[in-house]
């Protein structure tokens, strides 16, 4: 970075610390920043620290709110015998745009990893047990990602959550709509099998 003026060296160095953005992505982005009117890297310093400073974790659910508890959570619309346990609140916001999903969430707030130190207690899952306790939810669906984190996830809930008499089921996984057959992995066309239905 010693090329650079330590301004955008700064720049470049920050913007590398972003998820997935490496040197040369960080390069580009602090050229635009450069090129861009004032006004509007201002309004982008405004938003991040606005966004920083008014969000917050929702008491209840986890989901990223302004308001405790969250919107989600206070809508008697919902629910509130079902619970969608998913990892980030990304995964909420995918969830709600389908519009098949009325029940309520359970953002964990990551994915059991060993390899990475993450174990049960570094993710919400007393928050859960606990909302289970309420015998309030009848089904818990786990919507964790289809990974071996989030497969080892669904298992460890599942196993904490069956003793409780509650229902827990799995987002089936399988191939994606338009997706051909030949060009799909042995594990996605045996979980499209497993997850099969009657027509």
Known sequence: MSRYVQPMANLIEQLMRLPSIGPKTAQRLAFHILRTPRESVVRLAE???DAKDKIIPCSVCGNITEED??????D???DKALIAVVEE???VLALERTGEFHGLYHVLGGAISPMDGIG???INVSELLERLKQHTVKEVILATDPNIEGE???MYLAKLIKPLGVRVTRIAHGLPVGGD???ADE??????LEGRREV
């Open 47 to 49: 938003a991040l620290i």
């Open 69 to 74: 508890p969250c919107s989600i959570c206070v």
């Open 76 to 78: 008697d619309q919902r």
């Open 89 to 91: 609140s990304k995964d």
């Open 120 to 122: 049960p207690d570094d």
């Open 152 to 154: 080892a996830t669904s």
């Open 181 to 183: 057959l030949e060009y």
């Open 187 to 192: 594990v996605t066309l045996a979980r499209a």
